[in-house]
């Protein structure tokens, strides 16, 4: 008898593993799925179009209401500099608007000095729609050519300055529009490379819709670039972003590091001088 059970107790052992692994493997198909349910949620984490200010006072702008190829309709704060002849594209973060940047942008305006306009997305703040790669791209184009058009330039005349998210738009931009010069804060290599930071457990590289690939497009701008990141950075590691700037071939291009400064920590007051001193070379303000 109990040479039986020994005899047999192998094999249950075995199909008792295998109906755990099964289990395992099943929970974290399932986990996987849920996952790529939420990217959108994750990617474009838009504030609540109800939130901030959007009839704010402290500084002069103008309403700004346009449309994307697709007859998507956004909307855009445009921040007026008569005496400048700068023209600066801004393209913000995934959790932000243009209620949240708004006071930057003045700021931005006046101390350059230049023309500034902030969009949103569409699905965010007032614009109509729903975030998505190709769509924020066809939204960024759609704001330059409104920017150039209103200061009657060229597309390829026009600033581009992006942050996080940002930078993505900023860089596809350049690539397929041109640009007087581009500015990226915090910007990443792909999106699945920080993804992969963050959820290392997860097949992240193979399943995100959500690609921005940097890396791929920046090996086609040969323009000034002017890059900036924070060394306490843990959302996006200060690592992807100098391998992003080194792989850029531009002759004209200049790094800058801000010594403990976070993701989403204000600018230092040495952002804009070192701004300013960088586009004087590149597009000077009358």
Not at 55 to 60: D, E, R
Not at 93 to 121: I, K, M, Q, R, W
Not at 166 to 176: D, I, K
Not at 242 to 269: C, I, M, Q, T, Y
Request: overall charge neutral.
């Amino acid at each position: 008898m109990n040479t039986t059970s020994n005899k047999t107790l192998p094999r249950a052992q075995g199909f008792s593993a295998w109906r755990v692994g099964r289990v395992v493997a099943v929970v974290y198909l399932l986990i996987v799925l849920g996952m790529m349910f939420l990217e959108t949620w994750l990617v474009y984490p838009a504030p609540p179009r109800d939130w901030g200010n959007w009839k704010p006072t402290g500084f002069n702008y103008e309403d700004i209401h346009f449309t994307s190829a697709d007859g998507t309709k956004l909307h855009g704060w445009f921040f007026p500099q008569p005496n400048s002849t700068r023209a600066i594209l801004y393209c913000h973060g995934n959790g932000e608007d243009v209620a949240a940047v708004g006071e930057f942008a003045a700021h931005l305006s006046n101390v350059l000095p230049a023309n500034v306009f902030a969009f949103d997305y569409r699905g965010y703040g007032q614009s109509s729609g729903s975030p998505t790669e190709p769509g924020c791209i066809a939204d960024g184009t759609a704001a330059q050519r409104w920017l150039a058009q209103r200061l009657g330039i060229e597309p390829r005349d026009v600033i581009l300055m992006g942050r996080s998210l940002g930078s993505a738009v900023a860089v596809a931009l350049a690539v397929e529009n041109g640009a007087r010069a581009l500015v990226l804060e915090n910007a990443f290599t792909t999106m699945p490379d920080v993804a992969a930071i963050h959820y290392p457990w997860l097949p992240v590289r193979w399943v995100m819709k959500n690609r921005y690939d940097n890396l791929s497009r920046i090996k086609r701008y040969n323009g000034p670039l002017l890059q900036t990141h924070g060394t306490a950075d843990i959302l996006i590691p200060i690592a992807l972003a100098r391998s992003l700037f080194d792989d850029a071939p531009s002759k004209n291009k200049k790094w800058v590091e801000f010594a403990g400064r976070g993701h989403n920590d204000p600018e230092p007051a040495s952002f804009y001088a070192d701004l300013d001193k960088f586009l004087a070379a590149v597009s000077p303000p009358l």
